[in-house]
C-alpha cells in the first residue's frame, strides 16, 4: 500500500503570494498523481491530473510537477477563492489521498 | 454535463446497514470506473470503493468484508451497500467518477450523509 504524506498542514499566505504545496509517496508512483481543490461544504474538484496536466477549465496559476515519488502543487499568485484545502491522489496502485494542506490567509 | 446526485444517508445506529445511491447521468455510465469517496467531520478524503467497467470490484480495508458496491447499468445508478456500520463509518459520502483508465476523479457528487450513531 501507498502511502503519501502532504506538507505543510498549513499554508498561512497573503493575497498574491506564491504558494508551495508538497505531497511525497513511500514508493513511486511514475506520474499518477492528482490534485484536487476543495472548499467549505464543497465536494472536491479536480485540479491536476498526470503530475502535471492542468483538469479543464483551470487557470493557468495552478501547475504541478515532480514525478517518482516527489510532486509539487504550484499556484504562482494567490487569489481570494484560491485559499481552500488541497488533496494529492495516487492512481498508480489505487485511489490513496494525502492528508491535506491548507491554505489560509496569513 | 456530467452530473452525479448521491441519497440514501441517514441516522443509522451501530451494527445496522444502509443503502446509498447515486444517479448518474450526462455521460456514458457503463464505460467508467465509478467510485465512493468519504470525508468524515473535519477531515481529509478517504477512498472507500470503486467498481471498474467490468465490474471488478475494489475495497478500502477498512470496509473490506462490510461494504458492498455495485452498479446497474440498465439505470444509470451507482449503490454502496454499507453492513455492520460503526461509529467510524459516520461521513459525507461522496461518488465520484473516474475520467478515464487510471485518471483521476473528473467529476463529484454533492455528497450524502450518514451517521452511525446510538
Known amino acids: 500500500e501507498i502511502w503519501l504524506t502532504q506538507s505543510p498542514a498549513t499554508l498561512s499566505l497573503s493575497p498574491g503570494d506564491r504558494a508551495t504545496l508538497s505531497c511525497r509517496a513511500s514508493q513511486s508512483v511514475s506520474s499518477f498523481l492528482a490534485w484536487y481543490q476543495q472548499k467549505p461544504g464543497q465536494a472536491p474538484r479536480l485540479l491536476i491530473y498526470?503530475?502535471?496536466n492542468r483538469a479543464t477549465g483551470i487557470p493557468a496559476r495552478f501547475s504541478g510537477s515532480g514525478s517518482g515519488t516527489d510532486f509539487t502543487l504550484t499556484i504562482s499568485s494567490l487569489e481570494p477563492e484560491d485559499y481552500a484545502l488541497y488533496y494529492c491522489q495516487e492512481r498508480f496502485t489505487g485511489w490513496t489521498f494525502g492528508q491535506g494542506t491548507k491554505v489560509e490567509v496569513k | 454535463e456530467v452530473q452525479l446526485l448521491e441519497s440514501g444517508g441517514d441516522l443509522v445506529q451501530p451494527g445496522g446497514s444502509l443503502r446509498l445511491s447515486c444517479a448518474a447521468s450526462?455521460?456514458?455510465?457503463?464505460?467508467?470506473?465509478m467510485a465512493w469517496v468519504r470525508q468524515a467531520p473535519g477531515m481529509g478524503l478517504e477512498w472507500v470503493s470503486a467498481?471498474?467497467?467490468?465490474?471488478?470490484?475494489f475495497y478500502a480495508d477498512s470496509v473490506q468484508g462490510r461494504f458492498i458496491i455495485s452498479k446497474d447499468s440498465s439505470d444509470n445508478t451507482l449503490y454502496l451497500q454499507m453492513n455492520s456500520l460503526r461509529a467510524e463509518d459516520t461521513a459525507v459520502y461522496y461518488c465520484?467518477?473516474?475520467?478515464?483508465?487510471?485518471?483521476?476523479?473528473?467529476?463529484w457528487g454533492q455528497g450524502t450523509l450518514v451517521t452511525v450513531s446510538s
Open positions: 498526470g503530475a502535471s
Open positions: 450526462g455521460f456514458t455510465f457503463g464505460i467508467y470506473t
Open positions: 467498481i471498474n467497467l467490468g465490474g471488478r470490484t
Open positions: 465520484a467518477k473516474e475520467g478515464g483508465h487510471t485518471l483521476p476523479f473528473d467529476s
